[in-house]
């Protein structure tokens, strides 16, 4: 269930993307010409395509392929964070991976 529900609510309740590095505001005006990936750490469909300045300007016109591609790459994103959490479990580093994790969330 948690798998299935947490990216769609982050999608429905911030309609934004959920960035490894923290949570990114993709209106703002410094991605205007931004030709990076929403989030340099992530291999999705929608950061390895498409840069963040394409992205702001989906969301700037309400296109909703910029919905569709924040999905994706949140799903993408839910998905190995719950692996690196397994990953931390086997491990016996869950602890240190939570604290990581929160983090890096803080401030979002
Ligand atoms: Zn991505």
């Known amino acids: 269930m948690y798998l299935s529900l947490r ?3 982050a999608q429905r309740t911030q ?3 959920v960035h490894s590095l923290g949570k990114v505001n993709i209106k703002r005006a410094e991605y ?3 030709d990076g990936p929403m989030d340099s750490n992530c291999g999705c469909y929608a950061c390895t395509r498409f840069s963040r300045a394409y992205l702001r300007h989906l969301y ?3 296109e909703l392929l910029a919905y569709r591609l924040n ?3 949140n799903l993408h994103y839910f998905l190995a964070l719950t692996h690196g959490a397994a990953q931390a479990i086997l491990q016996g580093k869950f602890a240190t991976f939570k604290t990581e994790v929160e983090a890096v969330h803080a401030h979002a």
């Open 60 to 62: 700037m016109v309400r």
């Open 15 to 17: 309609r934004r993307p």
């Open 32 to 34: 205007k010409e931004d």
């Open 7 to 9: 990216p769609a609510l």
């Open 71 to 73: 999905t994706i790459h």
